[in-house]
């Protein structure tokens, strides 16, 4: 299924990992890794920030993710694993994004909208409380991918929209 393709799986540094984590994302992502002509594994630490600023905690969460991968048998000799932070061309890669994605098509993504709605419920301002971060997800996503050239990034039913929409701000560039 993954043979010969270019693979890239990444995970949030936000909470501490737990046997669903295992059983739901670690294992899988360990044994397509082996399957994969090439595969880059990354933790998501651009991504995390939207929802973790204590520098701290991001740090051990970040060192949490990566001992739990190394310990649940991924494997470095075959995987290229990294923290996203460390790619320089990443945030630049995001930036040219920016420059082709309009911001209408930005206001689709359902994690803004749903924040619009729970602000439109609790009679605040629509984007109290939303970072850019948040907003522009997706095309920070997009860098990741392009990044690499990946053909195959699987992802959970959370996050489909968010590749969906990282698709486009690729096509677009």
Do not use: W
């Amino acid at each position: 299924m993954f043979e010969g393709k270019t693979v890239l799986t990444g995970v949030k540094p936000t909470g501490t990992p737990h046997i669903g984590n295992y059983l739901g994302a670690i294992k899988p992502m360990i044994d397509m890794a082996k399957e994969a002509g090439k595969h880059f594994m990354f933790v998501a630490d651009y991504h995390a920030i939207n929802a973790e600023k204590n520098p701290l905690i991001l740090k051990q969460k970040i060192k949490e993710v990566a001992c739990v991968q190394l310990a649940c048998g991924l494997d470095p000799n075959k995987s290229i694993f990294y923290r996203q932070s460390a790619i320089p061309e990443i945030p630049e890669i995001t930036t040219i994004l920016y420059a082709y994605t309009p911001k209408g098509f930005m206001n689709k993504s359902h994690a803004y909208k749903a924040c619009v709605d729970k602000n439109r419920e609790i009679g605040k301002p629509d984007d109290d409380g939303i970072n850019m971060g948040l907003f522009t997800y997706p095309t920070l996503m997009a860098a990741d991918i392009l990044q690499h050239r990946a053909n195959k990034v699987p992802v959970g039913k959370d996050q489909e929209q968010n590749m969906e929409m990282a698709r486009k701000c690729a096509r677009r560039f």
